[in-house]
C-alpha cells in the first residue's frame, strides 16, 4: 500500500533528523533549536504563528497608545511596525521549535514501531460493507 503524502514527508524528515543527530553528538546549540534541527525545511514566512503574534504586537502597540489618550492608528506608526515586526520574528521561530519537536516525536514514534513490529501488526482492510450495519426500515 503507497503512503500517502504526509507520512512520506514524515520518514523523510524523521530519518534526516536520525541522521544528524547521530553525526552531531549531543545535538545542543546556543540557540532556541538544537543542531539536528538544521536539516529540516524552514517554514514558510507566512505561518498561524508568525500572523498571531505579529497581531498581538500590533494590538499591543494600539493598546498602549490608547492608555496614554494618543490616536490609536496615528500615532507612533514606528512603535507599530517594531511591536508587530518583533511578533511576527517570535512567532517564525515557535514554528520552527514546534516542527523540531513534532519531528523528534515522529522520529521516536517511527523507530518504536520498528522496534516492536509485534505491537502494530497489519489488519486486513475491511470493506464499507463490513462496517456499516444492515438498514433495516421501520414503517
Given at each position: 500500500m503507497p503512503l500517502a503524502s504526509y507520512e512520506r514527508w514524515s520518514l523523510k524528515k524523521t530519518s534526516l533528523l536520525s541522521k544528524q543527530s547521530q553525526r552531531s553528538g549531543n545535538g545542543a546549540a546556543m540557540g532556541l533549536v538544537p543542531d539536528e534541527a538544521k536539516v529540516l525545511p524552514p517554514p514558510g514566512i507566512v505561518?498561524?504563528?508568525?500572523?498571531?503574534?505579529?497581531?498581538?504586537?500590533?494590538?499591543?502597540?494600539?493598546?498602549?497608545?490608547?492608555?496614554?489618550?494618543r490616536p490609536a492608528l496615528r500615532a507612533g506608526v514606528h512603535r507599530q511596525v517594531l511591536f508587530s515586526t518583533v511578533g511576527w520574528f517570535i512567532g517564525y521561530h515557535l514554528t520552527k521549535y514546534e516542527n523540531y519537536v513534532y519531528a523528534k516525536l515522529d522520529r521516536d514514534m517511527n523507530e518504536y514501531i520498528r522496534l516492536h513490529p509485534e505491537d502494530f501488526a497489519k489488519k486486513e482492510p475491511k470493506t464499507f460493507a463490513e462496517i456499516v450495519e444492515p438498514f433495516h426500515p421501520v414503517r
Open positions: 505561518n498561524r504563528s508568525s500572523v498571531w503574534l505579529g497581531f498581538i504586537g500590533w494590538s499591543a502597540a494600539m493598546i498602549q497608545n490608547a492608555i496614554n489618550h
